[in-house]
């Protein structure tokens, strides 16, 4: 299995919205779950969304519920986050995964595999 690339970061006023995409490189994407974590400076990092291998349990932090929608493509072996009404507390090195296991788990230590990160600014 390869690398996880992550994608779609950059900088966006406060309000807006972002798409980041993963890649997962290689077979048995879908034997995983999957999720997204964020790192701002001086900052550990924290869980924000997470997906079963199928996409059918999915779990948010409580700062992003209902603006943070995860989902998944097993076919194209990607994994999505679409951000909307972004704050600048949202600014952050955003981290894709690929869990252990099958579930959807939102504590990094459940997670085998890591992406380089893609940052994401909100200004006010």
């Known amino acids: 299995q390869g690398q996880l690339v992550e994608s779609g970061g950059g900088l966006v006023q406060a309000g807006g919205s972002l798409r980041l995409s993963c890649t997962a490189p290689?077979?048995?994407?879908?034997?995983?779950?999957m999720g997204w974590f964020r790192q701002a400076p001086g900052k550990e990092r924290e869980g924000v969304s997470c997906s079963s291998w199928d996409g059918s349990t999915t779990q948010y932090a409580e700062t992003v519920r209902g603006r943070f929608t995860i989902s998944r493509d097993n076919a194209k072996n990607k994994l999505y986050l679409q951000m909307h009404s972004l704050k600048p507390e949202d600014t952050a090195m955003y981290y894709c995964?690929?869990?252990?296991?099958?579930?959807?788990?939102?504590?990094?230590?459940?997670?085998?595999?890591w992406g380089q990160g893609t940052q994401v600014t909100v200004s006010t």
């Open positions: 290689g077979a048995f994407f879908d034997d995983y779950g």
């Open positions: 995964a690929r869990a252990q296991r099958t579930y959807c788990y939102m504590t990094a230590s459940e997670y085998k595999s």
